[in-house]
């Protein structure tokens, strides 16, 4: 048991997480469906009654309860992981960012999954604060719906699906993740 525990813990290479997505991609189309977990936040408005006052939210949401499932699973095994697997709260980055990112003032880059100095409390409140977590996660759900979908939909299941506006927002989500890491985000951690 614990070479299983080990094997299982330890990052998967490609030709063995790749074969297994695509195992899954392929018995959803063939069962006609498409993978997205945003969908799940109308799916679950649905079910609260969203869909008596707005035509976006009315639909049968029973047909999605696989999706609500299946994002239940991903918490499930997340917690899974982090009980009986272990927790590493370092981040696994390349020296260059790490000294990039101490000259921004980020003290111990990698240390933590996130910077403590830039996502904290303390920190909410302040100008950088209001344009990171408040702003970013305002246009993250707002991307996401105009978008149609969030990364995973259109990169997973929009283009095994030959799906050309999957194709144009994976492009742009390639683009915009570029622009914000050399010009936007410099001026922000100077802040």
């Not at 609260?48 to 309860?65: E, I, P, T, V, Y």
């Not at 030959?162 to 985000?185: D, R």
């Amino acid at each position: 048991m614990s070479q299983l525990l080990d094997w299982i813990s330890q990052p998967w290479p490609w030709y063995v997480a790749g074969p297994l997505i695509a195992m899954v991609m392929f018995s959803m189309l063939f069962f006609g469906k498409s993978f997205g977990l945003s969908a799940n936040l109308r799916t679950m408005c649905s079910i609260l009654g969203a869909g008596k006052s707005c035509d976006f939210f009315d639909f049968n949401w029973r047909d999605q309860m696989w999706n609500l499932v299946f994002a239940a699973g991903l918490v499930l095994g997340g917690l899974i992981s982090y009980l009986y697997l272990g927790y590493e709260p370092a981040a696994n980055i390349s020296e260059t960012t790490i000294t990039e990112l101490k000259a921004f003032g980020i003290e111990n880059p990698g240390e933590n999954v996130v910077p403590t100095e830039i996502f904290n409390w303390e920190n909410l409140l302040s100008v950088q604060g209001i344009i990171f977590m408040v702003l970013g996660g305002f246009l993250v759900g707002f991307g996401t719906r105009y978008a149609g979908g969030c990364t995973s939909g259109h990169a997973i299941s929009g283009l095994s699906d030959l799906q050309p506006a999957s194709l144009l927002a994976v492009v742009g989500f390639f683009i915009g993740g570029l622009v914000m890491t050399y010009f936007i985000l410099p001026h922000l951690l100077v802040m």
